[in-house]
């Protein structure tokens, strides 16, 4: 199933709403990634074959360097049969404050094809204060498709003064479709400071919080213990992990984003043998 291109909308103001829609297929033995069409902030720089291997790495570049009030950015990926990808982002996500009433919007979509891999490793969003934010992330699998995806979401600028939990509104929606069926879902909607609150205590004195969600036909049995002792060893950060079927949840709470970082490497490193096939490394964003 791969979708049709997606299209501004007639209304959307230039430099306000990035639209990007890509397309991965295959080309002797190797993954191409080619932009069907975009529109700025969102700029297409290529990728690079950081393992020098048949997997492109491509690095989302919005040049508007964060969202201010009604923004939105639209990103839109088309994996075909057999193709190996991996989509990361320059920065974290910034979400500016919003006076008037509007939100920021952030859209994110995927439809991965039987036998395609596909990895999404984005830097955390940050709600600054007063901020008003919709993000949206999807991922459309088939059941020989592979997945290592992660959202990570700040409680704010969190050495920045007293700006921890001071945003207006958030909903965030981290969604897993399998063969057009919604397979798993992370949803957090706080619209009222009193829900603010409500997060922070769940939370329980964590300032970032990270859901991966990885999935594979063939992961090994026991490879979601393995997942909780490798991320589970790092400093001032508590680590679930729960498994259904091909697909391992796990949840991250860390004090500080260095330490939510290395636990979401010790996830990929623990599961990308089963997923990719090959050793986790890190990311080049040169």
């Known amino acids: ?51 020098q291997d048949d997997q492109p790495y491509m690095l989302i570049v919005n040049s508007g360097g964060g969202y201010v009030e009604g923004d939105g950015s639209y990103f839109f990926g088309n994996l075909e049969k057999d193709t190996r990808t991996l989509f990361t982002t320059t920065a974290s996500g910034k979400f500016h404050k919003c006076l008037n009433g509007l939100e920021s919007t952030e859209v994110v979509e995927f439809t991965v ?47 920045y003064g007293r700006e921890i939990f001071k945003f207006n509104s958030l909903r965030s929606s981290f969604e897993v479709m399998l063969e057009g069926k919604r397979f798993a879902q992370d949803k957090v909607i706080v619209k009222t400071p009193q829900e603010v609150a409500d997060l922070e205590r769940l939370w329980n004195g964590a300032r970032h919080s ?43 709470l860390s004090n500080e984003t260095w330490q939510a970082h290395e636990a979401i490497f010790k996830c990929w490193k623990a599961l990308r043998p089963s997923i990719a096939g090959k050793e986790a490394r890190p990311i080049s964003k040169c």
């Open 1 to 51: 199933m791969i979708h049709t291109n997606i299209y501004p909308d007639p209304d959307w103001i230039v430099g306000k709403q990035a639209l990007m829609n890509v397309r991965a297929h295959l080309a002797d033995g190797k993954t191409i990634i080619q932009p069907s069409s975009w529109r700025i902030p969102f700029q297409w720089q290529g990728y690079h074959y950081q393992n």
């Open 210 to 252: 990270v859901v991966v969600f990885a999935y594979a036909p063939d992961l090994p049995q026991g490879i979601e213990e393995h997942v909780r002792l490798m991320a589970g060893n790092v400093s001032e950060t508590v680590v679930g992990v729960s498994r259904i079927g091909g697909l391992v949840i796990v949840r991250i």
């Open 113 to 159: 094809a039987e036998n395609a891999l596909l990895e999404y490793m984005p830097d955390e969003a940050i709600p600054f204060a007063h901020s008003r934010s919709r993000r949206s992330i999807r991922i459309n699998l088939q059941k020989t498709s592979r997945l290592f995806a992660t959202d990570m979401v700040s409680a704010g600028r969190v050495h």
